[in-house]
């Protein structure tokens, strides 16, 4: 059983920045990778970055490319997402994920195996 904790959130104005952590915990923690997505009021929960446990290899939704950034500290089972120039249309609930072994498409959430409880982000105009 895998568990995963964020933090990090909170509420930062225009221009501002976040970094949001997930903690993991578990002894069968060993992910494929990990994944950050956001829900919006009244939006569906999107895909928003990627990285690989072992390669550390990346992937971004277009919308955050440059202005996000995912990495990891393998030592610690921890994900975090660095969020800079933040705009209004970025207020969501974060959350992390997990996918174990690989069985579909990771902008997909339903082919994630694990999540976080999510953190709320506000960005203040």
């Known amino acids: 059983q895998v568990q995963l904790v964020e933090s990090g959130g909170g509420l930062v104005q225009t221009g501002g920045s976040l970094k949001l952590s997930c903690a993991a915990s578990g002894r069968t923690f060993s992910p494929e990778a990990m994944g950050w997505f956001r829900q919006a009021p009244g939006k569906e929960r999107e895909f928003v970055a990627l990285i690989f446990w072992r390669s550390g290899g990346t992937y971004y939704a277009d919308s955050v490319k440059g202005q996000f950034t995912i990495f990891k500290a393998n030592a610690k089972n921890t994900v975090y997402l660095q969020m800079n120039s933040l705009k209004p249309e970025d207020t969501a609930v974060y959350y992390c994920?997990?996918?174990?072994?690989?069985?579909?498409?990771?902008?997909?959430?339903?082919?994630?195996?694990?999540w976080g409880q999510g953190t709320q982000v506000t960005v203040s105009s």
């Open positions: 994920a997990g996918v174990q072994r690989y069985r579909g498409s990771y902008y997909n959430p339903n082919n994630y195996d694990y």
